[in-house]
């Protein structure tokens, strides 16, 4: 989602804006080209929502679009001086309203500082500008026999500085970690516009306080990333497919437990529910059966994958699968992923509109988890589909409802937070991967307590002690 | 290395003290048994220092050596109560004085909680407490078919909160990263006694700020932790282990990039410089030619160890190597081990006393940092010899030097310092592994910058007002 309508450069005389907005905007002006700041209000609403549902949105004032760090730091001193609140964003492709704006702010798009800065094959690392696409960079490194292996599902669109402020996952996490396993160091331009250096450029650092992981995932609360230096893998070997189908999710989610404690080291370990498949099903006619209450993805990117894929298939049969199909080759395992990947375009399918969940369990209670939302759902009458990076016990119980019944909503949002609650009862979060912006900040205090809460909110006065970056967002 | 002396009990009337400690000792002891009292001078002396040469250390009014979390409260409440500063110590290997005491403060000895809590094959945790020596758990795991990788040099001796505290290396992190990468979860008595959960026992967790980082690697100047959840691999195969020589240091850094950019990901990938050759050589008569001017070893635990040697081996020819070695099997690697890993006593034996340093550079100028070495010490006429974790970049120039020569040991403090000034210079950090302790504090500032130091300080501030928590180190 590249931004939109930026085209649309503001015309300062026809746009209607109030004093406050006026001196706002000179004040910016004086430090960016006018193309970077956009105060027309037709365009400007159209950067105050990320792709969260439920997510109240304010009115920017005015967004900006700088292409340079030093504009970035213009941009926050104009901030600081005037008090104006800053909401900084990636491509919006967020789940839960941390990129939403707040009445009279500021609106900092980093899509345009977008340049790979460097690729180094020896020392494993590239540096970025903050709005370089996920994608972008993941095959810029392949040409270097490189890996960049983050990759949430919507790496096509979204930006490396996205990625780093919600700390996001994908499907390659069970094997190859989250976003902030391979951000080594980050130039931030703080609150106040100074520009702070965290980390490092090395395989290895521990010189003071590891504050760039502080700043990976604080949802833009603490600064605004301008570079980053992230480590990268070695490009591993094609990955290899296996299906399994099974009469009871129980049994799924047994076999998962199985080949995580019998060592294996999949690539992907994905688990649809029944809804899952169902809808998927309708939506695809890709025929699975309908006995199918469960189904289970596993990959393996490993010298011998087949081999593998084969003990992780009796894996399976001994946990209960019906049926196990292991792919042959890269196409067939394309075809065996896309099932997974029309998952949420199917659920969304079902009612018109969908509140996609991110809780987080140990996978030992995985089951419990799938077991629990299947009662929820029941209890509210919805339809609440579970897609699971089952490998992590991080899953996506989806709620399905028709955004026009007011009832069918407030079922929704219910149903959503005891989905919360469960997980927190099972030992697991809130968020596994999606962050917790403005649509779980009630539930981050029951998560981490008092304490957890007081400290949290002393750490964000410390960078921003106004209170002017992202404001409403995580507490 | 065991609490020494801790069975010589506190004689409450017979200890001399004055009113102050006397004071302190009582409050102690309203919470805390007898026998986790210590104060007789001759015990708590021993208390003073960790492993760091040149570290200057105080001494403590007050060992205590607490068995519950509750007892530890009840110290930090004390503590705070009192104004007293507490030094939290493990095994006190550490090599930077991060663990030495100072001046009346309580030394807070976290040895006794040393119990493993859990291991979960299915989650791939262990819960432990920091007193947990790190062989032991990891003994402990592999009983499970599971490792936990970090792997410091004194692992036999060094404790689970000592490695969380200075975020601790070894020879594994190359391809099993450092401890900070397998903490998930800490629970952590403030300053005030107050006690906080961060992280999370799940794979994956975005729940507000990542805290449980900030600790780790803080060397106990924001919080004791008193318990962890630890992530844990499977346990992969016995690596098999290549030895390469080479006519110069400048060849065996261009194998370590060839291996590097070839997409390799080698179990362990360490190097020793001419100097360390030749006083392991005259320790250990290993028979190393003397034309060796640099060793490498490499080692591999994958599926088929044997065809990576092979093809790691024929780059090291490409590179320049005049041997190349690999093991047959685990006893043949475990010999080639040993050049690696007496190299410090080895170097030890050159002077009699050592100064290890810790400087981690881009994997690329690792040649570059070697040659400063021996320029460096050609410059102050000193010994340095250079083991390093070459995968990593992290090098451990070793200053050789006789401690009763006052000449010689300020030509060895200066030369310590130009080596974290060249290691600056290269684009590397002052630290790996072994942490800023009261050894590197002047240099933290060079390294983070101002406003670096500004923002940690004040974190620092947020955790520890009273600014008891380990005082006068880091910064």
């Known amino acids: 989602m590249a931004p939109r309508c930026d085209a649309v450069i503001m015309s300062r005389i026809e746009a209607p804006r109030d004093e406050t907005t006026s001196n706002l905007t000179d004040r910016l002006l004086a430090g960016l080209p006018a193309d970077a700041v956009l105060?027309?209000?037709?365009?400007?609403?159209?950067?105050?929502?990320?792709?969260?549902?439920?997510?109240?949105?304010?009115?920017?004032?005015?967004?900006?679009?700088?292409?340079?760090?030093?504009?970035?730091?213009?941009?926050?001193?104009?901030?600081?001086?005037?008090?104006?609140?800053?909401?900084?964003?990636?491509?919006?492709?967020?789940?839960?309203?941390?990129?939403?704006?707040?009445?009279?702010?500021?609106?900092?798009?980093?899509?345009?500082?977008?340049?790979?800065?460097?690729?180094?094959?020896?020392?494993?690392?590239?540096?970025?500008?903050?709005?370089?696409?996920?994608?972008?960079?993941?095959?810029?490194?392949?040409?270097?026999?490189?890996?960049?292996?983050?990759?949430?599902?919507?790496?096509?669109?979204?930006?490396?500085?996205?990625?780093?402020?919600?700390?996001?996952?994908g499907l390659c996490c069970v094997k190859y970690g989250v976003t902030a396993e391979y951000v080594l160091g980050l130039d931030v331009v703080l609150a106040d516009g100074r520009l702070m250096s965290t980390g490092r450029r090395t395989a290895k650092g521990v010189a003071g306080y590891d504050l760039t992981r502080l700043f990976v995932g604080s949802e833009g609360s603490l600064g605004i990333v301008v570079r980053a230096v992230l480590a990268l893998k070695p490009r591993p070997p094609q990955q290899l497919v296996l299906a399994a189908e099974f009469g009871s999710a129980a049994a799924a989610c047994e076999a998962v437990c199985r080949i995580m404690a019998g060592g294996h080291v999949p690539s992907l370990l994905e688990l649809m529910d029944r809804t899952t498949v169902k809808a998927v099903n309708e939506l695809t006619r890709m025929g699975l059966p309908e006995s199918t209450e469960a189904l289970l993805l596993a990959a393996f990117d490993t010298p011998d994958p087949a081999a593998d894929l084969a003990a992780v298939g009796e894996l399976c049969e001994a946990a209960g699968a019906t049926q196990v199909v292991p792919a042959d080759d890269a196409a067939e395992s394309e075809l065996l992923l896309q099932a997974r990947r029309s998952s949420l375009v199917a659920l969304e399918a079902v009612k018109g509109t969908t509140m996609i969940d991110d809780v987080c369990v140990p996978r030992s209670r995985l089951g419990d988890l799938i077991e629990g939302v299947e009662r929820i759902a029941a209890k509210h009458g919805l339809t609440i589909g579970v897609v699971a990076h089952a490998g992590d016990g991080n899953t996506h119980p989806t709620v399905c409802f028709d955004a026009q019944d007011p009832d069918e909503c407030r079922r929704a949002r219910e149903s959503f937070d005891e989905i919360m609650g469960l997980g927190l009862e099972l030992g697991g979060t809130i968020t596994g991967e999606h962050g917790v912006g403005v649509l779980k900040k009630e539930w981050l205090a029951r998560e981490i307590g008092p304490v957890g809460v007081e400290m949290q909110r002393a750490v964000k006065d410390v960078f921003d002690p106004l209170g002017i970056l992202n404001p409403g967002k995580l507490f």
Chains 1, 2 share one sequence.
């Open 39 to 169: 105060v027309d209000p037709d365009v400007t609403a159209s950067y105050a929502n990320d792709m969260a549902s439920f997510c109240p949105a304010g009115t920017p004032a005015v967004v900006v679009l700088p292409r340079t760090v030093e504009q970035v730091q213009h941009v926050m001193r104009t901030a600081t001086e005037l008090r104006v609140p800053v909401v900084p964003q990636g491509a919006r492709t967020g789940l839960s309203g941390g990129a939403n704006a707040t009445d009279g702010c500021i609106v900092l798009s980093l899509t345009k500082m977008d340049r790979v800065l460097e690729i180094s094959p020896v020392d494993r690392i590239a540096v970025v500008e903050p709005g370089v696409v996920n994608a972008t960079l993941s095959r810029a490194v392949e040409e270097h026999g490189l890996s960049y292996p983050p990759d949430p599902s919507s790496w096509e669109m979204c930006t490396i500085g996205g990625n780093i402020g919600t700390a996001s996952g």
